[in-house]
């Protein structure tokens, strides 16, 4: 089994497949602890996590923040309207302040793609993406990965399509990173203007007919459109996107196989990418997604604070 | 360092007898099984807590002991001293500790670290009648006020030396070995 060396975790580009292998072992592991009448353990006893959410989240931010407790690490939360970021001070020198008060790990998430990787050349905690813009979202990606691994058994030669705005998300380049690595075959659909110029160098297959990306598909992941990131009319209308993108029961039922899987990252917008009877329905995997998340994150905040510790030691 | 040999402490057979011996010791001291879980450390423990645990029912008429596996990974004191982060691998007792008279099996009793750990995680997990403790092997060197229940075999050691115990489950055969450090 490899070793667990690295103090941040910033992307999934970066990681190689026994990392993310060990990741997701160690979140199997960690999901038991859920389960429990006293669902803690005492392994981060003594550290301190600062919360940092620069852009609004319920799922990603109330996750990690349990599975921090769940190891017993004291947290922090910090939020950019509560924040002297509001009287101009810079990232660089809020992080400077925190480093200053002993804290061990920070988990950002901002809209600048790549702040992570700037801000942990500057500071000692270990800092964790929790989203950065358009860039990456790697313990998504993980959480994707564990879920369709518990649900099928492996990765390998499991098909995923991943159906929406490609160009923004970072769910979108955290899955296909992870996924290609651990062997799996990605398909990516959406309107031509939300699919990036070059995409197929990643090793993916493109399509813009969301039937095609439905019939041989394992598994699809369905995007969320990001209307706070769709000023510049990238579509025409939700309705039309709806209509043509939308996953619903009966396009299902038509051109997907039997036993396909439906996942997707939260919030759902019903009606629009996804129709609430496959939300809801037996294909769904979303509230699983959701259960996982918080393994998937106890593994990562374990497995990088116990790497920082031992650099310290050194 | 390199380890070498020093010495065979026990052999297959005589693991099987004192196995045998501890499982009736178990029988005897609790007047039967009733409430009784039995429950493993990982690694070794948990497979000795395996064969214990048959032995038991196979003296007790056929009377099955749910048995559990205890990762106590999380729970080291030492997590940040050593260099490489350990595997986490589960937990994994799929009955209700409570009121249950709890038989704990580990390999090696030295320090007392290991069982201070378990003690730990199984009382997070409710409030059991009883724990006791069974270990294969008791070296010494206890640094914790901490005894067990059921020994199968005292064996004085220096701190420097290591008892090692090799079982077909893990390592293809069985037998405790007593290792101590090469002459420079």
Same mark, same amino acid.
């Given at each position: 089994?490899?070793?667990?060396?690295?103090?941040?975790?910033?992307?999934?580009?970066?990681?190689?497949?026994?990392?993310?292998?060990?990741?997701?072992?160690?979140?199997?592991?960690?999901?038991?602890?859920?389960?429990?009448?006293?669902?803690?353990?005492?392994?981060?006893?003594?550290?301190?996590?600062?919360?940092?959410?620069?852009?609004?989240?319920? *799922?990603?931010?109330?996750?990690?923040?349990?599975?921090?407790?769940?190891?017993?690490?004291?947290?922090?939360?910090?939020?950019?309207?509560?924040?002297?970021?509001?009287?101009?001070?810079?990232?660089?020198?809020?992080?400077?302040?925190?480093?200053?008060?002993?804290?061990?790990?920070?988990?950002?998430?901002?809209?600048?793609?790549?702040?992570?990787?700037?801000?942990?050349?500057?500071?000692?905690?270990?800092?964790?993406?929790?989203?950065?813009?358009?860039?990456?979202?790697?313990?998504?990606?993980?959480?994707?990965?564990?879920?369709?691994?518990?649900?099928?058994?492996?990765?390998?030669?499991?098909?995923?399509?991943?159906?929406?705005?490609?160009?923004?998300?970072?769910?979108?380049?955290?899955?296909?990173?992870?996924?290609?690595?651990?062997?799996?075959?990605?398909?990516?659909?959406?309107?031509?203007?939300?699919?990036?110029?070059?995409?197929?160098?990643?090793?993916?297959?493109?399509?813009?007919?969301?039937?095609?990306?439905?019939?041989?598909?394992?598994?699809?992941?369905?995007?969320?459109?990001?209307?706070?990131?769709?000023?510049?009319?990238?579509?025409?209308?939700? *309705?039309?996107?709806?209509?043509?993108?939308?996953?619903?029961?009966?396009?299902?039922?038509?051109?997907?196989?039997?036993?396909?899987?439906?996942?997707?990252?939260?919030?759902?917008? *019903?009606?629009?990418?996804?129709?609430?009877?496959?939300?809801?329905?037996?294909?769904?995997?979303?509230?699983?997604?959701?259960?996982?998340?918080?393994?998937?994150?106890?593994?990562?905040?374990?497995?990088?604070?116990?790497?920082?510790?031992?650099?310290?030691?050194? | 360092?390199?380890?070498?040999?020093?010495?065979?402490?026990?052999?297959?057979?005589?693991?099987?007898?004192?196995?045998?011996?501890?499982?009736?010791?178990?029988?005897?001291?609790?007047?039967?099984?009733?409430?009784?879980?039995?429950?493993?450390?990982?690694?070794?423990?948990?497979?000795?807590?395996?064969?214990?645990?048959?032995?038991?029912?196979?003296?007790?008429?056929?009377?099955?002991?749910?048995?559990?596996?205890?990762?106590?990974?999380?729970?080291?004191?030492?997590?940040?001293?050593?260099?490489?982060?350990?595997?986490?691998?589960?937990?994994?007792?799929?009955?209700?500790?409570?009121?249950?008279?709890?038989?704990?099996?580990?390999?090696?009793?030295?320090?007392?670290?290991?069982?201070?750990?378990?003690?730990?995680?199984?009382?997070?997990?409710?409030?059991?009648?009883?724990?006791?403790?069974?270990?294969?092997?008791?070296?010494?060197?206890?640094?914790?006020?901490?005894?067990?229940?059921?020994?199968?075999?005292?064996?004085?050691?220096?701190?420097?030396?290591?008892?090692?115990?090799?079982?077909?489950?893990?390592?293809?055969?069985?037998?405790?070995?007593?290792?101590?450090?090469?002459?420079?």
């Amino acid at each position: 089994m490899s070793e667990w060396t690295r103090k941040d975790l910033l992307g999934l580009e970066e990681l190689s497949t026994e990392e993310i292998e060990l990741i997701l072992s160690t979140a199997a592991s960690f999901k038991e602890i859920s389960t429990r009448a006293v669902k803690k353990v005492p392994t981060l006893r003594g550290k301190t996590i600062v919360l940092f959410f620069f852009e609004p989240s319920t *799922r990603t931010r109330s996750s990690f923040e349990i599975a921090a407790k769940r190891l017993s690490a004291d947290t922090l939360n910090i939020t950019t309207s509560s924040s002297a970021i509001q009287k101009g001070e810079t990232l660089k020198d809020t992080f400077k302040n925190i480093e200053a008060m002993q804290v061990d790990c920070i988990i950002l998430r901002h809209s600048s793609s790549g702040i992570g990787h700037t801000l942990s050349k500057c500071v000692t905690p270990s800092i964790i993406n929790a989203g950065d813009g358009c860039h990456e979202h790697p313990t998504q990606g993980l959480l994707d990965m564990f879920t369709i691994k518990e649900k099928k058994g492996s990765l390998n030669n499991v098909k995923v399509s991943i159906i929406g705005d490609i160009t923004h998300s970072r769910v979108a380049r955290s899955n296909i990173w992870g996924l290609k690595k651990l062997g799996a075959q990605v398909t990516v659909c959406g309107p031509r203007t939300l699919l990036p110029r070059d995409i197929d160098k990643l090793g993916v297959k493109v399509t813009t007919s969301l039937p095609e990306a439905l019939k041989s598909a394992d598994v699809i992941n369905v995007l969320r459109i990001q209307r706070e990131r769709q000023e510049a009319g990238l579509f025409p209308s939700l *309705r039309e996107y709806a209509i043509r993108f939308g996953v619903t029961r009966e396009k299902l039922e038509r051109f997907a196989r039997k036993d396909v899987l439906v996942m997707h990252p939260g919030p759902l917008n *019903r009606g629009i990418e996804i129709t609430p009877d496959v939300a809801d329905g037996s294909y769904s995997l979303i509230l699983d997604q959701v259960t996982n998340g918080i393994a998937v994150r106890m593994a990562v905040l374990y497995l990088t604070l116990q790497a920082n510790a031992d650099g310290e030691e050194e | 360092m390199a380890l070498k040999v020093k010495s065979n402490l026990m052999d297959e057979q005589m693991i099987r007898r004192t196995l045998m011996r501890i499982s009736h010791e178990i029988l005897e001291r609790n007047k039967g099984t009733q409430n009784m879980g039995i429950v493993g450390i990982r690694c070794r423990g948990a497979y000795l807590a395996k064969r214990v645990a048959q032995m038991i029912k196979e003296i007790d008429g056929g009377k099955k002991v749910p048995v559990g596996v205890l990762d106590i990974t999380l729970y080291r004191d030492d997590l940040t001293m050593i260099a490489a982060c350990p595997v986490v691998h589960s937990t994994k007792i799929d009955f209700d500790v409570n009121d249950k008279k709890l038989v704990l099996v580990d390999d090696v009793l030295f320090t007392g670290r290991t069982i201070r750990c378990a003690l730990d995680e199984l009382i997070d997990m409710g409030r059991p009648e009883c724990i006791q403790l069974a270990v294969l092997v008791d070296r010494g060197h206890r640094e914790l006020p901490i005894r067990a229940d059921y020994v199968g075999k005292n064996v004085p050691t220096t701190r420097d030396e290591s008892v090692e115990v090799r079982l077909t489950e893990v390592d293809g055969k069985d037998e405790v070995i007593l290792l101590t450090q090469e002459d420079a």
